[in-house]
Every structure is written in C-alpha cells, then in structure tokens.
C-alpha cells in the first residue's frame, strides 16, 4: 500500500522569501510522483512530476521538486513566491502502473505583502 | 483544447434526496476517474474507468454510490440515498492512459447534503 504524508498543513509566508512545502512517501514498489496546486473553487492543476531519470524536476512557474529515494521525500520549493502562489498544494503518489493517486492531505502556502 | 467540464458546479439537496453529478473528460482520454474531496483533505479515488470499463471500483459504496460511462465518453455518477456525511467536492478527472498517469481534473461539484 502507499502513503502520503505533507508534513505542514499551513505555511505562511512573505512575499519574495522562498519556500519548502515538505512531502513524504511510503511504498513497497517504485513510485510516480506529482504535485498539484488547487486555487480556491478551481480544480486541481498539475504542477510538475517525476516519472523516471533526473531527480530534480522543474514547473514553469520557478517550482522545483527534487525525489530523494533514499528519505522517501518529493519536497516543493520556490526562492522566490508571488502574492498569487498563495493556494492549496498537493502532494501525490502513483503505482509504476499508473492508476489512482494517493493524496496528501494538503498544504495551504499563504503569501502575505 | 477543452478541460475536463462537470456539472452542476454546486448541489444543495436534503437527506435521504438522490443526486447526480455528470462529467465530460477531454476529448480522445481513455482513462475516467471520480474522486471525492472532503473538507481539508486530499481527494480520495472512487472509481476509475477504462474505456466503458470500471477497472477499480473497491472504494466505492456500493449500497448508495453507482456511476457509469456508456459509450466510454461521458459519465454520472449518482447517489441514492444522500447521506450527511457525503458532503464534499466531487471531482472528475481524466487522462490518455493510466501508464504515465498525468491526470487532468475538472472545478468539481460542491455538494451540501443538509
């Protein structure tokens, strides 16, 4: 079976500080792994992913994640957040087979002026 | 391209009502899911299709919940009896293919069971 633990419920921040949104996995087998951002009354949005190769994997809004296999972690950084960062954030794990995700419970980045 | 369309986008109903929530997916995926979102979770899987084919189903309760996906396109997902506690965001999502599982989520429907 899998897991998903984000270890922060909420995260405030200033804008232009950076930011680690921290996410743990648990699983028997090789993992997928994705997380989605969720603005208020919208749905999910994919935000980047790591599938295979290059541990370190890139949005095209200046989020990085990086897979550590070793600590079972896929945290979520930004060096620099944006006033419309500010959103609930989700940390997901898959089976190499694809299938369901398992969710984290969510960490709600709130940026202030 | 269109995203992954639901409706109603929000359901008021009292206990005991039936209701239903409708999905389009994105044009040529193959792959449906329904999720439920409770209150300051993540959303957990209800039912996955392929194609017409319901491949994983074991989280559904199958007492109240039914869903289907005639034709492999369009799909409801229904509720009879309403419960309290199915209070939540149902969410719709869709993808190509569940290898490479990039999944594609519509806004959801909000339902309140009062």
């Known amino acids: 079976a899998q897991s998903v633990t984000q270890l922060d419920s909420q995260v405030p921040v200033f804008e232009e500080a950076p930011v680690e949104l921290r996410c743990n996995y648990s699983s028997s087998v090789s993992v997928y792994l994705f997380w989605y951002v969720q603005y208020p009354n919208q749905g999910l949005q994919l935000l980047l992913k790591y599938l295979s190769g290059s541990t370190l994997v890139e949005s095209i809004n200046g989020f990085e994640a990086e897979f550590n296999k070793s600590q079972t972690s896929f945290h979520l950084r930004k060096p620099s957040v944006h006033i419309s960062d500010t959103a609930e954030y989700f940390c997901?794990?898959?089976?190499?087979?694809?299938?369901?995700?398992?969710f984290g419970q969510g960490t709600e980045l709130s940026v202030k002026p | 391209e269109a995203g992954v369309v639901q409706s109603p986008r929000y359901k008021i109903i009292e206990k005991k009502q039936p209701v239903a929530f409708w999905c389009n997916p994105i044009s040529g995926h193959n792959t449906l899911y329904w999720y439920r979102q409770n209150l300051g979770q993540g959303p957990e899987l209800l039912i996955r299709?392929?194609?017409?084919?319901?491949?994983?189903d074991s989280q559904l309760p199958k007492d109240r919940f039914s869903a289907e996906r005639l034709k492999g396109v369009d799909s409801t997902l229904k509720i009879q009896p309403a419960e309290l506690g199915d209070s939540a965001v149902y969410l719709c999502?869709?993808?190509?293919?569940?290898?490479?599982?990039?999944?594609?989520f519509g806004p959801g429907t909000r339902l309140t069971v009062l």
């Open positions: 997901a794990v898959s089976g190499p087979q694809g299938g369901k995700l398992i």
């Open positions: 999502a869709s993808s190509y293919a569940s290898e490479n599982n990039e999944q594609f």
């Open positions: 299709y392929e194609n017409e084919e319901a491949v994983d």
